[in-house]
Structures are given as C-alpha cells and as structure tokens.
C-alpha cells in the first residue's frame, strides 16, 4: 500500500546548522504529490511544502525540498536552524483513493533546535 | 483565504459514550473531507475519506459503525466517535480539500479524552 518512512524520530541541532530531516515513500501511483507538514505544540499540522514536479526545488520559509522520483524521496532542508523551528515535522503523500484523493502521513520528525 | 474550522477544540466523556465533532469549511468548496487521528505519540491514522455525493470510503480498522460521518454539503462535515474507550482518545483532525486543489487545508483539531 502506500505509505511514508520517516526514519529519525528526534532530530537535535544548534541554531544555525543546517537541517536535514528525511522522507522517502511508496506509492504505486506515478504521480503522486508530497508534502511536508509542520505541527507546533497543540496546534494542527500547517502545510510547509508541496510538490509533484520531479526533480524541481521547492521553497518555502527558508526550507527547500526537491522531488525525486527516482528515488522516491522528497527531504526537507534548511541552510540554518533557527530556535522556532522546534517543532514537529510531518512528511506526508497525496494519492487517489477511493471517492477521492487521501493524504497519508509519515510517522513524523520532531526537531528540536537549541541556542 | 481558506480556513476550516473545526469543534469543540477539547472534550472529555465517559468511557461508553458518544461524542460529536464538527468540521466547517470556510473561504473553499470542500469536495472532500478526510478524518484523521493521531494518538499519543502516533502519527495521523486516516479514518475515513467522504466526497459529496459519494460513498464514505472507511480504512482498515475504522468502521461506520464506530465513527458514523456525516458530508451533507461543500462546507460541513461531522464525526462521531460512538461508544468512546480509552483507546479512542487522541487528536482528531479533519482535513478538506476543493475540486482540482493539491492542499488539504486542516481544522485545529478535536482533543477527545476519555475518562
């Protein structure tokens, strides 16, 4: 079925060192749309990026990611770490389902940054 | 802009009891609604996906029977969690999409504890 490996639980940096949390995915569907989602504490999941196109960066707030089919991967980056980056992140992957397209989610990385 | 609005943000009920959320969408056409849960220290399970004028698809797992839906138009839906058990407590999220949009647009979340 489809799914979403996220394969660091905890992600611990210093302000401003570089970012790097991974995402890879499966999905028999050739054009899927990935996103990341990042959730503050006892907020809902805000969408940080998206993307369908292969191999195109895509950016948003200081964070990048690019799409890469070949790999199935789609990781989040950023140049430097900043304090309010701490916070939950959540990779997630948009397929048809049945009656409609359906996110499904990774187990998600929770990053905390520290001065 | 779009913006789904999602209530009540917290509830409590006894265990063997049934509790309603509700999920409006606002600014979009929701065309579909997907229910999520993320239980303590998970990640977000999807529950069901409904589309308007389509049947509800339920996951694995997730039964009509336990977590009845209702999408009667583009900008409402509603979930109840009937017969409510320690199990059952988590963050529950709706999550909307529009006709041709990539974005799902999320609701703050209903936090269900059960005592």
């Known amino acids: 079925g489809d799914s979403v490996t996220q394969t660091e639980g905890l992600v611990t940096l210093t302000e401003g060192l570089p970012v790097m949390l991974n995402c890879t995915y499966q999905?028999?569907?050739?054009?899927?749309?990935l996103f990341w989602y990042v959730q503050h504490l006892n907020e809902s999941p805000r969408l940080l990026l998206k993307s369908f196109t292969d191999n195109k960066r895509t950016e948003h707030q200081g964070f990048h990611a690019t799409l890469h089919k070949s790999s199935s991967s789609f990781h989040l980056q950023k140049s430097s770490a900043q304090l309010s980056d701490s916070a939950l992140y959540y990779c997630a992957l948009s397929v048809p389902g049945t009656g409609g397209y359906k996110v499904v989610f990774g187990s998600g990385t929770r990053l905390l940054v520290s001065p | 802009g779009a913006l789904v609005y999602q209530y009540p943000r917290r509830t409590i009920c006894k265990s063997g009891t049934s509790m309603r959320m509700e999920c409006q969408a606002v600014g979009f056409q929701a065309t579909s609604v997907a229910w999520y849960r993320q239980s303590p220290q998970k990640t977000f399970e999807l529950i069901a996906l409904?589309?308007?004028?389509?049947?509800?698809?339920?996951e694995q797992n997730f039964t009509q029977e336990k977590f009845p839906i209702s999408h009667p138009n583009l900008s409402f839906s509603s979930m109840t969690v009937l017969n409510a058990y320690l199990e059952d407590r988590g963050l529950y999220l709706c999550g909307a999409r529009g006709t041709g949009d990539t974005e799902v647009f999320f609701g703050k979340g209903t936090r269900l504890t059960v005592v």
């Open positions: 409904s589309t308007v004028n389509s049947a509800i698809k339920y």
């Open positions: 999905t028999i569907y050739s054009n899927p749309f």
